[in-house]
């Protein structure tokens, strides 16, 4: 798989930083311990709860959004 295919590829790369911010202020609301740099310490049970948080914060924020909120 090549760079430009990568999962990791961020649609605007300026968004970045604001991405990783949002995560390690997921993770700090949930409780789970996230570093910055390694964190293989981590459980896939953790680690999907911050994704998954990520997700579900950013739905609700685009339903207010679409709703004018």
Same mark, same amino acid.
């Given at each position: 798989m090549s760079n430009n295919t990568s999962s990791n590829n961020m649609e605007v790369p300026q968004a970045k930083e604001a991405m990783k911010r949002f995560k390690m202020e997921v993770a700090s609301e949930i409780g789970v311990n996230l570093?910055? +740099?390694?964190? @293989?310490?981590?459980?896939?049970? #953790?680690? +999907?709860?911050? @994704?998954?948080?990520?997700?579900? #914060?950013?739905?609700?924020?685009?339903?207010?959004?679409?709703a004018g909120k």
């Open positions: 570093k910055d +740099g390694y964190n @293989g310490d981590l459980t896939s049970a #953790q680690t +999907g709860s911050i @994704g998954g948080e990520m997700v579900r #914060q950013m739905i609700k924020r685009q339903e207010e959004q679409m």
